[in-house]
């Protein structure tokens, strides 16, 4: 079994800081790419910010600049520091990871259960 827990997540003012991360934990042979996806009331699910095993990373346009995404191999966790709220950041963060492990010889994704970030003040 293979399971990504999320933390992090929160109430901030616009023009505040959070920062998100999310553990994979059980038998992992290997992760590949992880990343982070979000989705807010209505709409659908969209890619926020991927980071390979190598660390290159990629980020949605609206949050250049703003958000960084790292991680730690060493503990199979991703990171997501995200800066200068806006109300439109508002949704359900989800992270995945792309993982040997599990009992499979594939590499699937797995995903976290949602992390709430609420921008408002």
């Known amino acids: 079994q293979v399971q990504l827990v999320e933390s992090g997540g929160g109430l901030v003012q616009p023009g505040g800081s959070l920062r998100l991360s999310c553990a994979a934990s059980?038998?992992?042979?290997?992760?590949?790419?992880m990343g982070w996806y979000r989705q807010a009331p209505g709409k659908q699910r969209e890619p926020v910010a991927i980071?390979?095993?190598?660390?290159?990373?990629n980020y949605r346009d609206s949050v250049k600049g703003r958000f960084t995404i790292s991680r730690d191999n060493a503990k199979n966790t991703v990171y997501l520091q995200m800066n200068s709220l806006k109300p439109e950041d508002t949704a359900v963060y989800y992270c995945?990871?792309?993982?040997?492990?599990?009992?499979?010889?594939?590499?699937?994704?797995?995903w976290g259960q949602g992390t709430q970030v609420t921008v408002s003040s």
């Open positions: 995945y990871g792309e993982v040997v492990g599990g009992g499979s010889p594939l590499r699937l994704r797995y």
């Open positions: 059980g038998s992992i042979l290997s992760i590949g790419a």
């Open positions: 980071i390979t095993s190598g660390g290159g990373t």
